[in-house]
Every structure is written in structure tokens, then in C-alpha cells.
């Protein structure tokens, strides 16, 4: 069975048992069986049309023609000379009935009959077996009456039926029905209908632009017409008789070598049969294409340029960092499984890096931005960054990681739809709206690095900012319509608490993981963490303020925003609603509220309950204690007493081309050897009974209180370098992070991705 595209052909019937040739679907003989049209003008001809059919096209027609155009042609090539008078429409269609009457058992009848030329009798006039009316001498051109050429060839002008002129579907004459003594000279079998101008013929480039032409991938035929030898001539009698029989050629293939021609074409009652079952031909090739065809994932391409700027969040002009000229910087709006392509151009006047929070990043932590797996771009220079958010949903951010940069600016929000496959179990709202709280310094941010270079802690924060600003912040929504916020903690020290005057918060996701729908009226994110809330506009149309406060600090700073109501004009009014400031246990008992939707979707069709995480045998605990130590009269803080210090070759490199000298693994012991003052010796066993195995959420930043514990469940399942740190910018910088190098002996595509073709080379790895 071949398959062609561009060609859209009849389907073999069930009495037929066709065989494969040379990966053609053809029949047991040379005869082609079409259906019976519904009306007889599919198939009725013009006299005028008729004269056309020259000798040389019957001698090729006479030998692989169906049964059905000999019949039409039998009635249609009738000479004048022998008086032969048309049959009427009322004849004809009494003809059709007779037909149908015929073939209703379903027998093969006048039109489904296999007929073999050694059943015809010898013509005559030409001495050939052939159907119809002999054709020998009738070579005259349809369009100007003249013989010794055919209409393909034919240099007359087309006429209007309607006006005489020169062709046109514009024709500015008004249309009059034609009785017979207006008609053209060949036309008296036409009935008397609104003129219309018709082209009888079409070439090659008016076929390609037809519209009624269907194109697509289709099963066929091809009907050979053999000649000894082919020219010009041939194929142009080929192609006149394809226009006049009322068959639309779609396209002809010729195959000179074999001196042969062809004919891929459909008749009118083909496209009545193809276009009934065209859905479910589509629906069939849609579903098979499930299972062969993978396609690639979409691609979203970005360009970033960074650059420095001049702002001034507190009312203080102060030195940002820009991301095309914007602050905070652009969110990244993408959908599960998008590959995600972001040429970053440096234009600092030092190094430069982006890391992406939450993203996992997966078989590439080659894409993380750290110190530990990439080497920073240079000023002046560019790299591009290729990853994809493999099954993720969420709300997350990124923010540079070197230095302190990412306390003046360099950050934004990224948000992961899931696919519209996917079940989301919330409705869906009216809009969204991307929250970015984080606190901030009127220093530069090379003043505050130098600070901490020197021994010294970073100062308390001046102030806090959702979206760059302390209070001119704005969203706007209609009355009784829901929306989402999508609210992250991009701060570099301080926790905060969120909350909206007057409405009530729905929290539905954290971090990738759809929750249990918990409704709050303030919700504590810590540093690092994300949350998406549904908030309802059921409230008196009026502005409402929007509330972010820090957590366990004095003095609490606060920031605020504003809640619009479309169509109102009363201002938000005042006091502010109060959040919680320094209790440890409300913010404990909180956490302990958030629980996993079991039965939801995130990234893919199965429920997240699915993966029963409290099943999974545990292999190694290791725990880990923070400290501060003052090392060499500077302050430095540590991991189980062990404070990083990013090398000059990143970690990952020297892992890679091995590379001595870089690092040391296990150098951090798995316990820490001291006793929590007032807690006893850690024993893990006792601590198993308070253990959440059923519903505690999945997220990538998790808080431990002050002199408290957390624990966390990890499946080292993604290969390859990956940061494990505070949270807390100023304590990562000066120690408190460590690198878990998930590994094994498979070098494989399936397990990891090869170094990017652009990675950029540093300290010995150059």
C-alpha cells in the first residue's frame, strides 16, 4: 500500500481484494470501480466539452478506463450529423434510479461490475475493442472549434457566457438566464441556469493554488496509461482528457526513464466518499500518531542583557543591577516540559551568574549557576543558558548567585503551567499576579560584600520591597472574579509574613505541589520559599492593602501594595492588618498545616499520592548541624564545623576531566560531634514516631527554627553536582553550604547529559 502525500483518493470497496505491487495498492484487474454519484451532472458532458476528446486520448482511455466513464461517455460523444438527440435531465435521472434499483441488494451491479476488454466487441471505425461511442476523428478544440491542436494549447481567449468578453468573475454585466437562442455555439446541452464563467482546463501552478484542492497523507492509486513513446503532445492529451471527464488531476509524476505517465486523480464522487469519513480518517491518524511520533517540546528563548542602573526603591539613588533595563527583572511565564533558552550578556564590570530556584534541572546540573557546577561569565561576554522544566509545575524565582549581587537587584519570578492536559484541582482564575518580596540595602552591593569579606556581619535591612517598591505596588481585579497571586520570598536574610486586608487567602500550591486547600489570613514564606494563594474579590468594591512584614526581627518592616477594584474609587483604609512578629510556635503550627493533595495532578497524569515516598526504604541519614566559628579573626560560618570555599576550578569540571587537587570527598562528617544544648543526644529511632510518611509536601527550601530540627526525606535520584545551602545569603557566602556529588559508573544519556558544547573552561580546567 503506498502512501503519497498531496493526493487524496477513493478507498477500495469490500468486494474488491486488492494486492500489493511494488508498494502500490491496485486492484485484481486494470478497471477502477467508482461509486454511483448522487445526481447525473457529475458526469454529464457538455457537447461542446465533447468534441474535445480526440482520437489519440480514446486509444489511451480505451484500455484502462472504468466502466462507469465508458457508460457516461457512450451517452455524452454523440455526432450531430447522425441526429443523435440528447437524453434529458428526467431521462437521466430515471436512468440513475433504475441504477440504484439495480444495486440496492448490494450485488455487483452497472456501475461495481468488473468488466474485461475481451467482453467488448471490435469497433468498427477504428478497429479497436473499447465502450462508448467511437471518438476517431473528432479532434477539434473545445475552446475555439479549430482542429489540429488541443484546448491545453489552445491561444483563444476565454469567453463569458454572460457578457462575451474576455473572462472574469467580476463580470460587471447583470446576470441573465440563458434560454437556447443566447446560448453559445456547443452549449444546448447545458440547462438554463445564472450564467457562470468556467475554465475548462487548469494548469500545473492553478491546480497548486486551487483551495478546492485537498492536500494531506492519503492511501491511493495510480492508473498507468502506457505509451511507446511519450512527448509533449501525449501528455497533453493525457491532461485533456483528466479536465474534460470532470476529474481534477491533482498531480502528475513522470518517470521519463520508464516512459511513463502517471495519473494520480480523484473524481467527485471520491471527494463525496473521502470528505464523509475525513474526521474519522483524522481522528485514527491523530491517535496512531501517539505511538509514533514523538514530538519535540516547545521552545522559549530569551535574551538578557545585564547591565547597571540607576535606582532608587527607599527614596535613596543607589546602583542597580538591571536585567534589560528592568527591576525587579522579567518573569519567565513558560509550561511543563518547555526547553528553555536564555542568552545572558554580561555587561558588568565583573563576573556574573544566575542560579534557578527550584528548578530541577534534570541529568544537568551543568545549568545550575553556581560557583560549584559553572563558571561565571565574564564582563563583557555572553553564555546561554539551555535547560527544561521536565515535569514542574509551580511558582518559583532565580537572583544571581556570586557575590551580593542579588541585594541590588538581578532577580525575578518563573512560573511552570501545567499542561492543559493536565487536571488542575483549583478552577481556573480571572488572572494571575507574581509577587517578589525581599529586603533591602541603600549600600552598593560591593560595599556589603567588602563587609563581609572583612570579618563583619551584614547589617540589618533598611527596608522591604514586593516588587521593587515599598508601597506603590498595584493589582486590579473585577468584583466576584477570583485571581491567583503567586508570592515569593527573594529576600537575602529575613522571613516574612503575607497577608491581604479584608479577604481571606486559599493557599494551592508551594514550590511544584498542589495542597490541600487550607484557607489563612496570613501566611509566613522564609527565605528562598514560594506559595501561590486563590483570593476571591468578594469584598465592598474598594482598595485594599496588600501586606508583606519581617519575621522575628526588631523592628518589624513592613511593605505594602494595593488591591483595586475595577470601577471604585474609595482608597484603601487604614490600620493595617496585623501579622504575627516574633512567635516561633505560630509559624511552627502553621507548617504543620500544609499538607499534600493526594489525589491532584501536578506535572503528570497520575495522582501525586502515587509515589508513596513513605514506602521508600532508607539507606543512609546523615545529619547536618549549622555553626558560626571565627576563623582567623573573621567570621565564617560551617556545615558540621567545615565552612566552603569555592575553589577556583568549579567542582563539577574537575569531576569531569579529573582533575586533582580541586576537592575532597567525604570531607564532611555524616554526624556532628557535639550534643544540642538542652535536646540530649540525637536519636533517630525515638524521632521516627513523629514522622509525617503520608502527605508532607515536596519543595526545594525548607526552614529549621531556632534550636529545632527539621527532617527531610531526599531520593538522590538526579546525577550530577549539586548545592545543598543556607538560604541565608550572607551565611552561604561566608561558609555555610557543601556540594553532594550524586554518582555512579553508568556514562549514559539516560543518567546524564555531556558537557554543554558552550560550557565555559576556568582555573585548571581551561
Known sequence: MAVQKGILRKQPQEHEEPRIENEELVNEDDHVHNEQPENEDEFTLEPRVAKAISDEVCKIMEEKLPALIAKTLKDTLKDKSEGTKESTKEESKQKWSSGLKRNRDDKPGLFMKRLKVEEVE??????????????????????????????????????????????????????????????????????????????????????????????GNWRLRKIRIEEPKLDDRSVDQVREYVKVKNVQVVKLLYESDANLIKVLERTQADNMKQAYFLPFYIGILAWACVFCVKAEDPYRNFNWVITYGQISPLGVLQRGILINGMFPGPTIECETNDNIIINVVNKLDEPFLITWNGIKQRKTSWQDGVLGTTCPIPPNSQWTYHMQV????????????????????????????????????????????????????????????????SGKA??????????????????????????????????LTTSINFRIQGHTMTLVEIEGAHTLHESYKSFDLHVGQSASFLVTLNAPAKDYYIVASTRFTKPVLTATGILHYAGSTAKASLPLPIGPTYQVHWSLKQARTIRWNLTANAARPNPQGSFHYGTIPITRTVVFANSKANIDGKLRYAVNKVSNVNPATPLKLADYFNIPGVFKLNSIKPMPLWALFGDGQWNSTLRKKYYNMNDATSRHTVQVYPKSWSSILVSLDNKGMWNLRSANWPRQYLGQQLYARVWNNEKSLFTEYDIPQNALRCGKAK
Open 122 to 215: 471490435t469497433c468498427i471505425k477504428c478497429g479497436k475493442k473499447h465502450w462508448g461511442k467511437c471518438c476517431l476523428g473528432t479532434t477539434l478544440c473545445y475552446r475555439c472549434g479549430q482542429s489540429g491542436h488541443f484546448s491545453y494549447n489552445c491561444s483563444s481567449v476565454h469567453q463569458c457566457y454572460n457578457c462575451g468578453g474576455f473572462i472574469s468573475k467580476n463580470c460587471l454585466k447583470p446576470k441573465t438566464k440563458i434560454n437556447e437562442s443566447t446560448k453559445p455555439e456547443g452549449s444546448k446541452g447545458v440547462e438554463k441556469h445564472k450564467a457562470k464563467a468556467h475554465a475548462f482546463t487548469m494548469t500545473k501552478d492553478q491546480v497548486d493554488k486551487d483551495p478546492d484542492v485537498v492536500t
Open 458 to 491: 551584614l547589617p540589618k535591612p533598611q527596608g522591604l520591597l514586593i516588587n521593587g517598591s515599598p508601597r506603590a505596588t498595584s493589582f486590579t481585579g473585577q468584583t466576584g472574579q477570583r485571581y491567583l497571586f503567586r508570592v515569593s520570598n527573594v529576600a
Open 390 to 453: 521536565k515535569d514542574q509545575i509551580g511558582t518559583f524565582s532565580y537572583f544571581a548567585s556570586l557575590g551580593i549581587h542579588r541585594a541590588v537587584g538581578a532577580f525575578g519570578g518563573f512560573n511552570i503551567q501545567a499542561r492543559p492536559v493536565i487536571f488542575v484541582p483549583y478552577l481556573k482564575p480571572a488572572a494571575e499576579f507574581t509577587l517578589l518580596v525581599s529586603d533591602w540595602w541603600t549600600s552598593d552591593h560591593k560595599a556589603l560584600r567588602q563587609r563581609l569579606d
